[in-house]
């Protein structure tokens, strides 16, 4: 392995030196107005996806690029209330571009995302994606980031209290969504059903949210999505800048902070972060204080590199260290920001080589990252762990995208991992592992007329090999293979509608977890079996979707099926305990899953925004009895709403200042595994939240932002269906089972930028 790693880096810096030949050093610069005023726009960000390189403009509305390459490449011009400006130019030819900017706050799909062979415009994918950026993450209240997210629609939540959450997207959830990080899978995420992201909210810039299969751009895991979390661009060329930002919530008392300092000196880029949060234990009316769910968090990164008009080459390290507390059913009138027994401590370092070459009007992308996540259970004693394990993880990836055409897009690539467990502690879970992962694929887009078809090929092969260990865990070696594919279109009926269609292949693994458990799971309350004959999964999927975007309206609707053979899930044993704990073993059956997303934006006057949303997924077992017939961990049907009203805009002090109403209504959910008491029926609910926000503006420059919010306003005493802690075997004196959500919460945020 070594070996190979050299071998990688030594054709980097290869590649690097002869793509510095074959580029050139072009200039950017223009001025952006709005178009209705005329006046000059400060803060555009002006942006290259596919060269990681942006800028914003100053005081007088100009911004300016140096050392471009030549090639045509997106570029995205976006502001704040404004409609997204999104356009292919040669930078070989064009080195002046002014804009001019129309206001509006209903427009979609005006936005570049990850497709299949690189960067591409939203509204050309023929499965739905969500973006959400900076701003909405900012001005969301969430303890963690994917609750940050689970208010989009057709995206939900599996929660261990407030500091743990894992993603549910349609539906699916656990190790089918991959979620990627600085380029590369996330692992720490993947390797069980109770560990969370791993990644520090503050360093996220904007996350994209790929619903439906994505098995052909990440291979097993990917059978119901992925989530993507990118970072900041790099400074513009000759300036540093600063960030500082605090925030606080009255209902757990978390205090968080983070501050980061980036710069670009010719060319020559760098970025570091470090974050810190610290929460008590979570209140609601029902159990008070619930011991257990407080946690604290710590985060650093940095980044150093080279951009180049041949590209560029980034080196990135991160560490990240969660102690989140156990809860196992105890309330109590009083709370600590100390550890408790039981606790866990979370580790999770990486190094990541990220590396783009623009070989003429191609583009060769080259990652390579190690990461290691090192996971502790405290039971009995604060300073010897019983459960001690370490995972080891090199992430490769190579991808080259052929020179654009006006009517081709084409890419070709290989990705996998190599991984290593060891158990190191004297109490076990699952056992010391080797894997090996590989796969590859081509893909390709296609514009004929009003018709965008993209799809592709993908052929994987994992090969898992356990060590036995006594008494515990006998060796196990399983190779699994698969191909996988989609094919889709996008009609484009008019300039503001669109209809899509696209058929996807799924493929997944089993993990180690399913295979191979054999031991408590604290964090999930329960002692689990794995089951050593289980076979991958694979699935089809059919989507179907029609959009409708203008200035006053716009209209989405997806809609989804899809047929999973081998579904696997943990199955609650009957009257079976083991160590005093529930015992549960993963089985596998044939699952059909229907459902969609609807959203409508209204725009009726100048400023004030109307969003309503409607999920719904039903899951079933095929040929099963009513008691089976549905799956465990099936999200509620819900209803959002948002009111929105920006009170000031592009103002002298004041500047998006705006004032919001939420609403999230999630239904009754009947359709539950009720087999052996699995899961039980969630009662409907109805939340409400506050939102408010603004700029502050000094001599035109944006000099702080403050976000207020109030969620659960009305203090509503509810349990969430996809909430572990709903589960928990603890009967207090007001004979409610379980321990419910989190009540009512403030939350405010300061972020102060500084240039220099």
């Given at each position: 392995m070594n070996?190979?790693?050299f071998?990688?880096?030594?054709?980097?810096s290869?590649?690097?030196a002869?793509?510095d030949?074959l580029n050139?050093d072009?200039?950017?610069?223009?001025?952006?107005?709005?178009?209705?005023?005329?006046?000059?726009l400060?803060?555009?960000t002006?942006?290259?996806p596919?060269l990681?390189?942006g800028?914003?403009?100053?005081a007088?509305?100009?911004?300016?690029f140096?050392?471009?390459?030549?090639?045509?490449t997106?570029?995205?011009?976006?502001?704040?209330?404004h409609?997204?400006?999104?356009?292919?130019?040669?930078?070989s030819?064009t080195?002046?571009?002014?804009?001019?900017?129309?206001?509006?706050?209903?427009m979609?799909n005006e936005v570049?995302v990850?497709?299949?062979?690189?960067?591409?415009l939203m509204?050309?994918?023929?499965?739905?994606i969500?973006?959400?950026?900076?701003?909405?993450?900012?001005?969301?209240?969430?303890t963690?980031?994917?609750?940050?997210?689970?208010?989009?629609?057709g995206?939900?939540?599996?929660t261990?209290?407030?500091g743990?959450?894992?993603?549910?997207?349609?539906?699916?959830?656990f190790n089918?969504?991959?979620v990627?990080n600085?380029?590369i899978?996330?692992?720490?995420?993947q390797?069980?059903?109770?560990?969370g992201?791993e990644i520090?909210p503050?360093?996220?810039?904007s996350?994209?949210i790929?619903?439906?299969?994505a098995?052909?751009?990440?291979g097993?895991?990917?059978?119901?999505g992925?989530?993507?979390?990118?970072?900041?661009p790099t400074?513009?060329?000759g300036?540093m800048?600063a960030?500082a930002?605090t925030?606080?919530q009255?209902?757990?008392?978390?205090?968080?902070?983070?501050?980061?300092?980036?710069g670009?000196?010719?060319g020559i880029?760098w970025?570091?972060r470090?974050?810190?949060?610290l929460?008590?234990?979570?209140?609601d009316k029902?159990?008070?204080?619930?011991?257990?769910?407080?946690?604290?968090e710590?985060?650093?990164?940095g980044?150093a590199g080279?951009?180049r008009?041949?590209g560029?080459?980034?080196?990135?390290?991160?560490?990240?260290?969660?102690?989140?507390g156990?809860?196992e059913g105890e309330r109590?009138d009083?709370?600590t920001y100390?550890r408790?027994?039981p606790?866990?401590?979370v580790?999770?370092y990486?190094?990541?080589?990220?590396?783009s070459?623009?070989l003429?009007?191609g583009?060769l992308?080259?990652?390579?990252a190690?990461?290691?996540?090192?996971?502790q259970e405290?039971e009995?004693?604060?300073?010897?762990?019983g459960?001690d394990?370490k995972?080891?993880?090199v992430n490769?990836?190579?991808?080259y995208?052929l020179?654009l055409t006006?009517d081709w897009?084409?890419a070709?690539?290989?990705n996998?991992m190599y991984?290593k467990?060891?158990?190191?502690?004297?109490e076990?879970?699952?056992?010391a592992y080797n894997?090996?992962?590989i796969?590859a694929?081509?893909?390709?887009?296609y514009?004929?007329?009003?018709?965008?078809l993209s799809?592709?090929v993908?052929f994987?092969?994992?090969?898992?090999?356990t060590?036995?260990?006594e008494?515990t865990?006998?060796?196990?070696?399983?190779n699994?293979?698969?191909?996988t594919?989609?094919?889709?279109a996008v009609?484009?009926?008019?300039p503001k509608?669109n209809?899509r269609?696209n058929l996807?292949?799924?493929f997944?693994a089993p993990n180690?977890?399913?295979l191979?458990?054999?031991?408590?799971?604290?964090?999930?309350?329960?002692y689990e079996?794995?089951n050593?004959?289980?076979?991958p999964?694979?699935?089809?999927?059919?989507?179907?979707?029609w959009?409708?975007t203008?200035?006053?309206?716009?209209?989405?609707l997806?809609?989804?099926?899809?047929?999973?053979?081998?579904y696997i899930?943990?199955?609650?044993l009957?009257?079976?305990?083991?160590e005093g704990?529930?015992?549960?073993?993963y089985?596998?059956?044939n699952?059909?899953?229907l459902?969609?997303?609807a959203?409508?934006?209204?725009?009726?006057?100048?400023?004030l925004?109307?969003?309503?949303?409607?999920?719904?997924?039903?899951?079933?077992q095929?040929?099963q009895?009513?008691e089976?017939k549905?799956?465990?961990w099936?999200p509620a049907p819900?209803?959002?709403?948002?009111?929105?009203y920006d009170l000031?805009r592009?103002?002298?002090?004041?500047?998006?200042?705006?004032f919001?109403?939420?609403a999230?209504c999630d239904?009754?959910?009947?359709h539950?595994?009720a087999?052996?008491?699995?899961?039980?029926?969630?009662?409907?609910?109805?939340?409400?939240?506050i939102?408010a926000?603004?700029d502050?503006?000094i001599?035109g420059?944006k000099?702080a932002s403050l976000?207020l919010?109030?969620?659960?306003?009305?203090?509503?005493?509810?349990q969430?269906?996809l909430?572990?802690?709903?589960y928990?075997?603890?009967t207090?004196?007001n004979?409610h089972?379980?321990?419910?959500n989190?009540g009512?919460?403030i939350?405010?945020?300061?972020?102060?930028?500084?240039e220099f």
């Open positions: 070996r190979i790693i071998l990688l880096l030594t054709v980097c290869c590649l690097a002869v793509a030949t050139g072009n200039i950017l610069s223009g001025t952006i107005t709005d178009k209705k005023s005329g006046e000059k400060v803060g555009v002006i942006y290259f596919e990681s390189n800028t914003t403009t100053d007088d509305g100009h911004y300016e140096t050392r471009l390459p030549d090639k045509t997106p570029i995205q011009v976006s502001y704040l209330g409609k997204t400006i999104v356009k292919n130019i040669d930078l030819t080195h002046t571009l002014n804009l001019k900017m129309d206001e509006s706050d209903a979609i570049v990850t497709a299949l062979t690189g960067q591409a509204k050309d994918s023929p499965t739905p969500a973006v959400v950026g900076k701003t909405m993450l900012a001005a969301t209240p969430s963690n980031i994917i609750d940050a997210l689970s208010f989009q629609p995206v939900s939540q599996v261990t209290g407030g743990i959450s894992k993603p549910v997207v349609r539906g699916l959830g089918r969504v991959v990627v600085d380029g899978r996330q692992e720490g995420n390797w069980g059903e109770e560990h992201v520090d503050e360093s996220v810039s996350a994209e790929l619903k439906g299969p098995s052909l751009m990440y097993s895991d990917a059978m119901g992925a989530i993507i979390f990118h970072d900041e400074a513009p060329i300036t800048e960030n930002e925030q606080y009255t209902n757990n008392g978390l205090f968080g902070y983070s501050v980061n300092f980036k670009n000196e010719d880029v970025n570091a470090w974050s810190q949060t929460a008590h234990a979570y209140k029902i159990d008070q204080y619930v011991v257990g769910s407080q946690y604290r710590r985060a650093a990164e980044m080279i951009n008009s041949w560029y080459t980034h080196l990135k390290m991160s560490y990240y260290n969660l102690t989140p156990i809860a109590s009083s709370y100390g408790q027994l606790f866990q401590q580790y999770h990486k190094v990541v080589s990220d590396n070459f623009f003429g009007n583009t992308q080259a990652i390579l190690y990461q290691q996540n090192h996971r405290y009995d004693s604060p300073t010897a762990p459960l394990m995972l080891h993880t490769y990836d190579l991808k995208r020179p006006s897009n084409l070709t690539g290989i996998g991984q467990m060891f158990n190191k502690g004297d076990y879970l699952i056992p894997l090996f992962d796969g694929y081509a893909t390709s887009s514009k004929v007329g009003a018709f965008t799809g592709g993908r994987d092969n994992r090969h898992l090999h060590f036995a260990l008494n865990f006998t060796q196990l070696s399983r699994f293979s698969a191909f594919g989609s094919v889709g009609y484009a009926v008019s509608m209809i269609l996807a292949r799924g997944r180690l977890s399913e191979s458990s054999n031991g408590v799971h604290e964090g999930s309350v329960r079996l794995g050593g004959n289980l076979h999964e694979y699935s089809w999927q059919m989507d179907a979707g959009d409708y203008s200035n006053l309206i716009s209209f989405q997806s809609l989804f099926a899809n047929f999973i053979d081998n899930f943990a199955d609650k009957a009257d079976i305990k083991t704990y529930d015992t549960y073993q089985r596998q059956g699952a059909r899953m459902g969609g997303e959203s409508i934006d209204l725009h009726p006057i100048d400023r925004h109307f969003q309503n949303t409607f999920s719904y997924v039903n899951s079933v095929l040929h009895p009513h089976s549905y799956l465990p099936t819900r209803f959002t709403s948002d009111l929105r000031i592009d103002g002298k002090v004041l500047n998006n200042t705006y919001a109403l939420q999230e239904l009754r959910q009947n539950f595994y087999l052996n008491s699995t899961e039980t029926a969630t009662s409907s609910y109805t939340l409400f939240n939102l926000g603004t502050l503006k001599h420059v000099r976000y919010g109030c969620t659960n306003l009305f203090n509503r005493a509810y969430s269906h909430s572990r802690l709903k928990v075997e603890a207090p004196d004979g089972p379980g321990i419910y989190m009512r919460n939350t405010m945020k300061l972020v102060v930028p500084v």
